[in-house]
């Protein structure tokens, strides 16, 4: 009779093992579908960020490299002229992008910092080119306002109009002001901040700190800066 016994609850306690086993097995794969459901579920906004499109602030930020290059164009004058930068071939050119809805590029132009840089850069080269870009694309009543805005700040340099932002996606300007120095051979040396402070109390002038190390035929440094200023209004 116990050796009955001993094998009935042998047979009993083998089947609860396994019993055991098989419901642990099946609450392990319950769980692994609920993670793999869970992840499938992720909201969009927690997976990493796509490549910005259609002429995005990825778009434009890529732009022009340092140390090539410089992207060539032609643009419209804001008395209907066409300019190329071909046309300065052979000269130091800068290149600034303004917008006369900006209020940091309104401060630039007012407390004297752009006259500054353009005399400090004739100052090196007499024949320097110095550029104002306008690339508000969205906004017709900026581009409309760009020759006035320029004369009244007493600012006699050409004026371009950017209406479709095509050469500033190309260049990657991101705010105004953004400026862009370009040596005499056609090279990007600089790109970024007019100056150290976006609060109006800047010491150094970089674009004209570019042209100036380009004068004494020394490597431009800092070669980039970050630029401040409103966002282009592509």
């Known amino acids: 009779m116990k050796k009955i016994l001993s094998i ?5 306690l083998a089947a609860g093992f396994t019993a055991m086993s098989v419901g642990q097995d099946s609450k392990t794969q319950d769980s692994k579908a609920q993670d ?4 499938d579920s992720a909201p969009q906004d927690a997976r990493p960020p796509r490549p910005a499109r259609n002429g995005g602030k990825g778009e434009a930020a890529a732009g022009a490299k340092i140390g090539e290059a410089a992207p060539a164009f032609t643009l419209k004058t804001t008395d209907g002229k066409d300019w190329s930068l071909a046309d300065a071939k052979g000269k130091v050119v800068v290149l600034e992008w303004v917008n006369p809805d900006c209020p940091v590029c309104q401060r630039v132009m007012t407390d004297g910092t752009v006259a500054a840089s353009i005399k400090g850069c004739k100052d090196q080269f007499a024949d320097v080119v110095y550029i104002a ?4 694309a969205s906004s017709k009543s900026s581009l409309d306002a760009t020759a006035a805005y320029l ?5 006699d340099v050409p004026a371009l109009l950017d209406s479709d932002g095509k050469v500033g ?4 300007a991101r705010t105004t002001p953004h400026c862009f120095v370009i040596d005499a051979k056609g090279v990007l040396v600089y790109k970024g901040a007019i100056n ?3 609060t109006g109390d800047g010491k150094i002038n970089y674009v004209v700190q570019a042209v100036s190390q380009l004068k004494k035929g020394e490597s431009v440094s ?3 800066t970050k630029p401040f200023g409103c966002a282009v209004k592509y």
């Open 169 to 172: 996606k190309l260049f990657g």
């Open 196 to 198: 150290d402070s976006q």
């Open 222 to 224: 800092p070669k980039e």
């Open 133 to 136: 870009v306008n690339s508000s």
């Open 151 to 155: 004369k009244d700040n007493k600012i």
């Open 36 to 39: 793999s459901k869970t992840q």
């Open 8 to 12: 009935v609850l042998a047979t009993s």
